[in-house]
């Protein structure tokens, strides 16, 4: 069922479903989370820790992904970081050409 371009599609996260209405160019991303999530829950159960329901399994597995995301995030920023120190040597070393005439 589509409405005002959307699309409807069912994800099983944790084993249970969950019906989305998304843009469906955005299908396969939201199928690949699908399946990044669900293989977190499976390693979490698999680890069989005492006292963990499917509940703390989604919890862990809601927390690694952050984790992920927000190191993924400080490598960029750690990579503009030095983008902006190599523009600056880089002035810094045609300063000095431009000062013997090269």
């Known amino acids: 069922m589509e409405t005002s ?3 409807s599609i069912k994800l099983k996260i944790g084993g249970k ?3 989305l209405s998304i843009d469906p160019v ?3 991303l ?5 399946r990044e999530v669900n293989a ?8 069989r820790i005492d006292g963990f329901a499917k509940q703390d399994c989604l919890a862990l ?3 690694q992904l952050a984790i992920s995301n927000i190191a993924m ?5 750690v990579g503009n970081e030095d983008v902006k120190r190599l523009a600056a040597v880089t002035e ?3 300063g000095y050409l431009d000062k013997i005439g090269i």
């Open 5 to 7: 371009g959307k699309q």
């Open 17 to 19: 479903d969950y019906s």
């Open 26 to 28: 955005k299908e396969e």
């Open 30 to 34: 939201y199928r690949l989370a699908e």
């Open 40 to 47: 977190y829950v499976a390693k979490f159960e698999k680890a």
């Open 61 to 63: 597995s809601a927390l």
């Open 73 to 77: 995030a400080q490598s960029r920023e």
């Open 92 to 94: 810094e070393i045609e």
